[in-house]
């Protein structure tokens, strides 16, 4: 079975502070992919990547980057988080062939800031 | 700009009954359509996954299906049960894959 892991699943951070938030995918995976999730406006992507090294931006890239220097792992980083930040974040993977592949998500993570 | 959108936003059932889920797309140009399950304050868990050339996708009591010329899939569950209490995503693939809002599905004993 697809195992995509994001380590912490509950997180509070207080305003300006960094925070990194990890993904790791066991099936060796080209694509990767960070949304977040809020009530009333669904997911939103904010980053996605189908290479080591390569990233892309989605709908809402702004106060946020990424980092994927393995294959396996896909990193978003807040760089000064905001209150407006607070939100579930999910990351998700798919095999490769960008528009064909079954999307397998992550547990998630609950990020509070405060 | 592709849009999904589902009806109803949220369904509550009595445990037995056969339902439908309904997803509705505005670019019929898409490569599949994924359907997913949700529960409280967890990630999204894959059900089924139709690809465009195919019609329809059978997971024990799920039956997913999908017309591209009208726009339109269906989640189709058997015999609910409480525990199949959920919210329920779609998600059309183009370009990008764009999400619907999401069904919450609620079976009462």
């Known amino acids: 079975d697809v195992k995509v892991t994001q380590s912490s699943r509950y997180l509070v951070k207080r305003t300006g502070e960094k925070v990194f938030l990890e993904c790791v995918q066991d099936?060796?995976?080209?694509?990767m992919f960070w949304y977040r999730q809020d009530p009333g406006l669904g997911l939103r992507l904010i980053y996605f990547s189908y290479d080591v090294k390569m990233k892309e931006k989605g709908d809402i890239p702004e106060g946020y980057s990424v980092s994927r220097e393995k294959k396996e792992r896909f990193s978003l980083i807040l760089e000064s988080a905001s209150t407006n930040q607070t939100s579930m974040y999910l990351c998700?993977?798919?095999?490769?062939?960008?528009?064909?592949?079954?999307?397998?998500f992550g547990e998630g993570s609950r990020l509070t800031v405060l | 700009k592709q849009e999904v959108t589902q009806i109803p936003a949220a369904l509550s059932v009595p445990e037995g009954e056969n339902l439908v889920l309904n997803c509705s797309f505005t670019?019929?140009?898409?490569?599949?359509l994924q359907w997913f399950r949700q529960d409280p304050g967890k990630g999204l868990t894959s059900l089924l996954l139709?690809?465009?050339?195919?019609r329809e996708q059978t997971s024990g009591r799920l039956n997913a299906s999908l017309d591209k010329s009208s726009g339109r899939s269906t989640l189709y569950i058997a015999a609910s049960q409480p525990g199949d209490s959920a919210t329920y995503l779609c998600?059309?693939?183009?370009?990008?894959?764009?999400f619907g809002a999401g069904t919450r599905l609620t079976v009462k004993p």
């Open positions: 998600a059309a693939q183009s370009n990008d894959m764009r």
């Open positions: 670019d019929s140009a898409i490569y599949n």
């Open positions: 099936m060796d995976h080209e694509n």
């Open positions: 998700a993977s798919s095999p490769p062939g960008a528009n064909t592949g079954e999307l397998f």
């Open positions: 139709i690809q465009s050339s195919q």
